[in-house]
């Protein structure tokens, strides 16, 4: 079982960035695939982003393309979502979770261990 925490979450501009961090542990955290997925207030939670085990493949939803980095860092347990141009919309609960199923998936159902999540607030 991998325990997840994420940080780096906060209150920014619009326009501005934000880089969130998750930090892992179990000594098998490289073999996993990873995922971002945020929740605003009165919505479901959705998909964000993902990377497959090694960092070589990525998958985004439509509203990250072009805006949002992830990678990970192995050596350091950790997986990270760089933000740019951020918007109001991107105000949510954002949470990383091991991707089950794969790193392809986008729902929520295929992923587990859950973080606690971090709040990032973007103001107009």
């Known amino acids: 079982q991998v325990q997840l925490v994420e940080s780096g979450g906060g209150l920014v501009q619009a326009g501005g960035s934000l880089r969130l961090s998750c930090a892992a542990s179990g000594r098998t955290f490289s073999a996993y695939d990873m995922g971002w997925f945020r929740q605003a207030p009165g919505k479901e939670r959705e998909f964000v982003a993902s990377?497959?085990?090694?960092?070589?493949?990525?998958n985004y939803s439509d509203s990250a393309k072009g805006r949002f980095t992830i990678s990970r860092d192995n050596a350091k347990n950790t997986v990270s979502l760089q933000m740019n141009t951020l918007k109001p919309e991107d105000t949510a609960v954002y949470y990383c979770?091991?991707?089950?199923?794969?790193?392809?998936?986008?729902?929520?159902?295929?992923?587990?261990?859950w973080g606690q999540g971090t709040q990032v607030t973007v103001s107009s």
């Open positions: 979770a091991v991707a089950r199923d794969g790193y392809y998936y986008t729902h929520m159902d295929r992923y587990d261990s």
């Open positions: 990377i497959d085990w090694s960092g070589s493949r990525t």
